[in-house]
């Protein structure tokens, strides 16, 4: 109670603090102004943010290291306790000289044949890829594979492949035609982003204040309420 009084007020001693986890599209894209904001109510709280790849961040997760973890999904664990957040495209987008270009729309079965650059093998962005062109019965022509959204970015900016990559991370360079993004003909991917921890986990008063935070932003707040409750906190 007494934490939870000097929480309200603004009052965090030294040392209190936690660690959560994010993808880096969460810390870039979806949490930087809730987290300036966090930090400006508490300025004293030591706030450690581990960025990883989603299956990294629930080790920590399930290991007691981190509270809680903003992660790709679907990502299945019957220990975790799991609350979408956001949906997102992940759209195909090539280099604005790629012959795809200018089409209006390409079958998957040519996307295939070019040079893909694509998440590692055990992402979940990856997964989502690859489990699609398995319904199709299609391989890709995989050239590299990258953890950072980014760095895949800026190589398919350059030509050197194709991707398909999430539309946070290319809102901007498809804004100033950097890259072009081409919808393929009977198929859409995306993938959600959501909030993870562990089942049954309590959280002290400075972490639900974050976490009341992200799910007042993004939706969310009645299925964490419904779980707290069920925690007794």
Excluded: C
Aim: no cysteine.
């Amino acid at each position: 109670a007494e934490v939870q009084g000097r929480l309200a007020r603004g009052q965090v001693q030294a040392g209190e603090g936690f660690r959560f986890g994010a993808t880096d599209a969460a810390v870039v894209y979806l949490l930087p102004d809730l987290l300036k904001q966090y930090m400006l109510d508490f300025p004293q709280l030591e706030l450690k943010t581990q960025v990883a790849p989603s299956r990294y961040l629930v080790e920590d997760v399930l290991l007691n290291r981190s509270e809680f973890a903003v992660i790709s999904l679907p990502y299945a664990d019957p220990r975790l306790q799991t609350v979408p957040i956001y949906q997102e495209a992940m759209p195909l987008v090539v280099g604005p000289d790629h012959r795809f270009a200018a089409r209006a729309s390409v079958r998957l079965a040519e996307v295939v044949k070019e040079p893909l650059i694509l998440f590692h093998a055990d992402s979940v962005s990856r997964k989502i890829v690859d489990e699609r062109l398995a319904e199709a019965g299609l391989s890709p022509s995989v050239v590299m594979e990258l953890r950072s959204p980014e760095a895949m970015r800026k190589l398919v900016e350059v030509g050197l492949g194709i991707s398909f990559l999430p539309e946070l991370t290319v809102r901007e360079p498809l804004a100033r035609g950097a890259l072009r993004s081409v919808p393929v003909e009977g198929v859409t991917f995306g993938r959600q982003i959501g909030v993870v921890w562990r089942q049954g986990r309590y959280f002290g008063p400075a972490v639900r204040a974050l976490l009341e935070a992200i799910f007042a932003r993004y939706g969310g707040s009645e299925l964490f309420a419904a779980d707290t409750a069920r925690t007794g906190e």
